[in-house]
């Protein structure tokens, strides 16, 4: 009699127990949120591993220069055309005077005037040099801009073939030394300053002559462009 009773007992607590462990695990499920074995692994692994630090992304510089400029000079950017869609930009402090997203770029030498010691835009302008005789009021407007001006130049598609001795004058008067050697859609920036000195360190001018063996697109050669800073005047 004693041993069935036992055996009652041992019965009934195994089954309590059972019980017991069943719902804990329950519990335990319902508590603990779904995720993939391999994540709660990886979870359990990176306990104890030193934080990754990312470093922040690189801050957009004034005109995209990889590094900012000091705080007591002018940022600028000269980009020629390249073929008959990517077309020519001036960039100066961040703000595009030139270009197809502003709509005053063409076929031809681009110009613009910035007063050097406000670093405003004074004016800008596009002379076609394939048809039409625009290198009189090309070299007009060029000799217009004031004194401590700053000039940008910058072709798009070709800018020689109406380019006349009067017009070439004014450049090269600026300190151009490829002017005369201008080509037929040859790629062509240049930065001038009137009445004032740039630094002997700053990149002025690059030219770049199509050649129908390395041309980048059909029939034109590839763009080009300087950049760099300007040191504002001392105040």
């Known amino acids: 009699m004693g041993s069935m009773v036992g055996s009652t007992f041992k019965a009934l607590f195994l089954f ?27 979870s359990i692994r990176s306990i104890g591993e030193k934080p990754v630090i990312k470093a922040p992304a690189p801050k957009r510089q004034k005109c995209d220069h990889w590094t900012p400029c000091p705080l007591n000079a002018y940022a600028y950017r ?7 869609d ?65 000039v940008f130049m910058v072709t798009h598609d070709d800018g020689s073939t109406r380019l006349k001795d009067d017009a070439k004058n004014a450049i090269e008067a600026l300190g151009s030394k490829e002017i005369r050697n201008m080509k037929f859609r040859s790629s062509w920036v240049f930065l001038a300053a009137k009445g004032f000195e740039l630094p002997a360190d700053i990149e ?24 760099g800073c300007i040191p504002r005047e001392p105040s």
């Not at 000269?78 to 008959?84: I, N, V």
């Not at 007063?115 to 004016?123: A, L, R, S």
């Not at 030219?207 to 063996?213: A, V």
Request: proline share 4%; hydrophobic share 35%; glycine share 8%.
């Open 16 to 42: 309590f127990a059972s019980l017991c462990a069943w719902y804990s695990g329950y519990l335990l499920a319902e508590l603990i949120p779904e995720v993939p074995l391999s994540s709660a692994v990886y």
């Open 78 to 84: 000269l980009l020629s055309g390249g073929g008959r």
């Open 86 to 150: 990517k077309y020519a930009k001036i960039c100066f402090e961040d703000e595009l005077l030139i270009g197809e997203k502003t709509g005053n770029v063409a076929r031809g030498i681009n110009i613009a005037i910035v007063n050097y010691v406000t670093g405003k835009v004074i004016n800008t302008q596009f002379f076609d040099m394939y048809e039409g005789d625009n290198s009189g009021p090309m070299t007009k407007f060029i000799q217009s801009a004031p004194q401590k001006s700053l």
């Open 204 to 227: 002025r001018e690059k030219i770049n002559h199509s050649d129908n063996k390395k041309n980048r697109y059909s029939g034109w050669p590839a763009e080009i462009q300087i950049e």
